[in-house]
């Protein structure tokens, strides 16, 4: 019982460590977090794509839509599509086959290559709490 507890207190140590990374992160850390992804690309894919018609996106011109969830301050949530782990690799995935992560859902698919929805995601990684609208 007593070993069952240490590794409770471990584990709570580490997710506090974890959280305390990502609330201090700056916004650099986190436009580096997609390996290979360019976020000023990510943005044009954003906009090629028609994201902004369902979701409101900070820095995409005209990208108010209400269908989707707002993506302002994407990179301090802590899942995707409400069930992932908010991770590069993750997200990457949602964005490429979102109804093989979440059979129905209104998310379309975009038919969006492998680097495209990696610059995406890097874009999307910029958006935190700190950030300024006019990204």
């Known amino acids: 019982m007593r070993l069952a507890g240490i590794l409770v207190g471990l584990s709570l140590l580490a997710f506090l460590v974890v959280g305390a990374r990502n609330l201090t992160a700056t916004d650099s850390d986190r436009s580096v977090r997609v390996a290979g992804g360019d976020a000023e690309r990510g943005r044009g894919v954003i906009v090629d794509a028609g994201c902004g018609t369902c979701h409101t996106i900070p820095g995409i011109p005209s990208a108010d839509g209400k269908v989707g969830p707002p993506l302002t301050d994407f990179a301090e949530r802590s899942f995707v599509a409400g069930r992932l782990p908010n991770t590069s690799q993750n997200l990457i995935h949602w964005l490429r086959e979102p ?8 998310m379309p698919d975009l038919g969006l290559s492998r680097q495209a929805a990696t610059d995406a995601a890097a874009y ?7 950030d300024r609208s006019d990204r």
């Open 99 to 106: 109804q093989a992560v979440e059979p129905g859902t209104a």
């Open 124 to 130: 999307l990684y910029t958006l935190g709490s700190r």
